[in-house]
């Protein structure tokens, strides 16, 4: 069974840091693309960071230079470091794993990430 866990979410002033992680299983986790996405309330779902199988890295131009995103295939885990945050990060952050023989698209439940003073 297929299953991604993100968890790390919470209320955090801004400026402040936090760190999602997204536990993977039920498949080949080092054969996936991985990517963070976001939505905030009444907005559409926006791509944030991709990690490639081969570890190359994209952001969307708001958090360059802000949030990191990382692997780590021994522990079928992908990672958000997010520094520096604003209230516009608030939102609901899922994450996604693409790829496989099929080009399998699966999504988390959504971990909340509050920015607010």
């Known amino acids: 069974q297929v299953q991604l866990v993100e968890s790390g979410g919470g209320l955090v002033q801004p400026g402040g840091s936090l760190r999602l992680s997204c536990a993977a299983s039920g498949f080949t986790f080092s054969g996936y693309t991985m990517t963070w996405y976001r939505q905030a309330p009444g907005k559409e779902r926006e791509l944030v960071a991709i990690?490639?199988?081969?570890?190359?890295?994209n952001y969307e131009d708001s958090v360059k230079g802000r949030f990191t995103i990382s692997r780590d295939n021994a522990k079928n885990t992908v990672y958000l470091q997010m520094n520096n945050l604003k209230p516009e990060d608030t939102a609901v952050y899922y994450c996604?794993?693409?790829?496989?023989?099929?080009?399998?698209?699966?999504w988390g439940q959504g971990t909340q990430v509050t920015v607010s003073s």
């Open positions: 996604n794993a693409q790829g496989g023989l099929f080009n399998a698209d699966y």
């Open positions: 990690v490639s199988t081969g570890g190359r890295t």
